[in-house]
């Protein structure tokens, strides 16, 4: 089991900035893929980022591309995602996820799930 919990979700305006956390605890963090998601009201859970189980590569929804920065520390059991340039189409829950093979853009792939942080973008 791994568990995940969420932080650094809030309130900014259109233009600003949030980084969200996610410490993970349980199995050995660096042997899972790492990814972020998110679900605004009435959508489907959408992929943000993922990252390797290293670090090195990294992928990203067309929409947060230039925008956006998955990393993660592994020494801290801690994936971040950097959020710049928020846009309120930007306004959802996000997720973290962890995934013991390869980063992939589907849900379906990913067994451990955070309870979610909360971005609202105002306009």
């Known amino acids: 089991q791994v568990q995940l919990v969420e932080s650094g979700g809030g309130l900014v305006q259109a233009g600003g900035s949030l980084r969200l956390s996610c410490v993970a605890s349980?199995?050995?963090?660096?042997?899972?893929?790492m990814g972020w998601f998110r679900q605004a009201p009435g959508k489907e859970r959408e992929f943000v980022a993922a990252?390797?189980?290293?670090?090195?590569?990294?992928y990203y929804a067309d929409s947060v591309k230039g925008r956006f920065t998955i990393s993660r520390d592994n020494a801290k059991n801690t994936v971040y995602l950097q959020m710049n340039s928020l846009k309120p189409e930007d306004t959802a829950v996000y997720y973290c996820?962890?995934?013991?093979?390869?980063?992939?853009?589907?849900?379906?792939?990913?067994?451990?799930w955070g309870q979610g942080t909360q971005v609202t973008v105002s306009s």
């Open positions: 996820a962890a995934n013991a093979k390869w980063p992939t853009v589907s849900t379906r792939d990913y067994a451990y």
């Open positions: 990252t390797t189980m290293s670090g090195v590569s990294t």
């Open positions: 349980g199995r050995t963090f660096r042997n899972y893929a």
